[in-house]
């Protein structure tokens, strides 16, 4: 199979996503909204930076330090102008990008979601079977933000043949997006599963940290995350267990991040680190004793079933699509995103409780052998793209 995959090449989530596909031999021609490294597994990368993708400052050689700095600074209004602005420049691309589809004559298109990647996928003629993801905040934050994302975001689902979600929730809304429900349609982990036996690999042998740990592995997502609650509840939660280090990728420099260590004086307790790998990553969930992921909108977190796998207990926010992985009490607590007061009480409960911690680990492997390991994902995959395209 001759598939075309158009994503943010940058992506960990892109990066896997591919990595679960090839063992199934197809040739895999990605493109990039991004300028982004060699992707192992991909034949050729065709860089296409629709929605002012260069602004973000992440450029393939990892440059550009200044353009990250002022869009952490200006993010929420970097990402007004992007709902605003960003499907107006799909059609400036679309002649580049069916000149493109018209050379590497792909068997399939899979946008891996739908603002900006799918939005330009939109432009693939008919004769062609593309597959559409959603994840994330797809439906609950970026297409409602205006008329010209909501616009966007239905020509998408229109044109799309079969539609792939990291969560049943969002098979359900794209029906009221102007997805044809008698379409194929199927719910996997966003990342392409989980390795299993990669991260017991990666983790073997590292036991909880003393002093214990908490790990926030969500870095700043605009209208999503809500780290103001994460960081007014660190306080709350030093109040019983002074000693508690907070662990927390992706904050590194970020404005935000440091305004709210030094408001509430918390510097003592909080590490902000850069960007870390993936086996970092895991290895500090193996560190933590609680992983915590408060957001308003959200899809299946990919750390979520990171963090569960390795047995780190999660503390997320209240939402359907969380809780379609975790059930309150039994392996897990769900909160309020927007109460601190019941964030620290859950983690404190995390903190103190070992024999819940057990039973949620022991539940959540469980969970992700029967729904989110690797093997299984795949297969769930390659089945879904056989029907699109009749390739056995």
């Known amino acids: 199979m001759n598939l075309l995959i158009i994503a943010d090449g940058r992506s960990p989530i892109t990066r896997r996503w591919i990595r679960m596909l090839q063992p199934l031999n197809y040739t895999i021609n990605l493109v990039s909204t991004y300028p982004c ?15 002012f993708a260069g602004l973000s400052g992440s450029q393939a050689g990892g440059g550009a330090r200044g353009g990250r700095k002022v869009v952490s ?36 298109v899979h946008a891996l979601r739908i603002p ?18 959603t994840w994330g905040n797809d439906f609950t934050y970026h297409a409602i933000s205006n008329g010209v994302m909501g616009s966007a975001t239905r020509r998408a689902l229109l044109r799309a043949d079969g539609l792939i979600s ?24 966003g990342n392409g599963g989980i390795d299993l036996a990669e991260i017991e690999n990666i983790t073997q042998g590292i036991d909880p940290a003393v002093p ?19 960081f007014k509840s660190i306080p709350l939660i030093l109040s019983l267990y002074p000693e508690v280090q907070f662990i927390c990728p992706w904050m590194a420099g970020q404005p ?20 870390i790998s993936q086996a970092e990553l895991w290895r500090e969930f193996a560190r933590s004793l609680v992983s915590v992921s408060v957001s308003e909108h959200d899809g299946t977190p990919n750390s979520l079933l990171e963090a569960i796998a390795i047995g780190c207990l999660p503390v997320c926010g209240d939402i359907e ?38 039973a949620a680990a022991a539940r959540n492997r469980e969970i992700i ?9 795949r297969q769930k995959v390659a089945e879904f793209y056989q029907r699109m395209t009749g390739f056995v």
């Open 166 to 189: 990291d969560t049943v929730r969002d098979l359900r809304i794209a029906r009221a997006w102007s997805f044809n429900p008698a379409k194929p349609a199927v719910s996997v982990p």
């Open 212 to 230: 214990w740990q908490v790990i926030n592995p969500r870095g700043f997502r605009s209208g999503s995350v809500r780290n103001d609650t994460f």
């Open 256 to 275: 935000e991040a440091l305004s709210w260590v030094n408001r509430l004086r918390i510097l003592d307790n909080v590490s902000l680190l850069p960007m």
């Open 369 to 377: 052998r029967e729904r989110a390991e690797i093997t299984i994902v």
């Open 116 to 133: 900006y990647e799918g939005m330009l996928a939109s432009r693939t003629p008919t004769g062609i079977p593309l597959v559409i993801s």
């Open 321 to 358: 699509s969380i809780r379609e992985w975790i059930r309150n009490g039994e392996n897990g607590i769900l909160v309020d995103p927007a109460d601190a007061y019941a964030l620290a009480e859950a983690v404190q409960r995390g903190i103190m409780d070992e024999e819940f911690r057990r």
């Open 73 to 108: 600074r200006y993010r929420g209004l970097a990402a007004t102008l992007r709902h605003w602005l960003g499907p107006l420049t799909i059609t400036h691309a679309e002649k580049d990008y069916l000149e493109l589809l018209n050379r590497l004559q792909p068997d399939l």
């Open 37 to 51: 490294q060699p992707v192992d597994g991909v034949n050729e990368t065709i860089l296409f930076p629709v929605a």
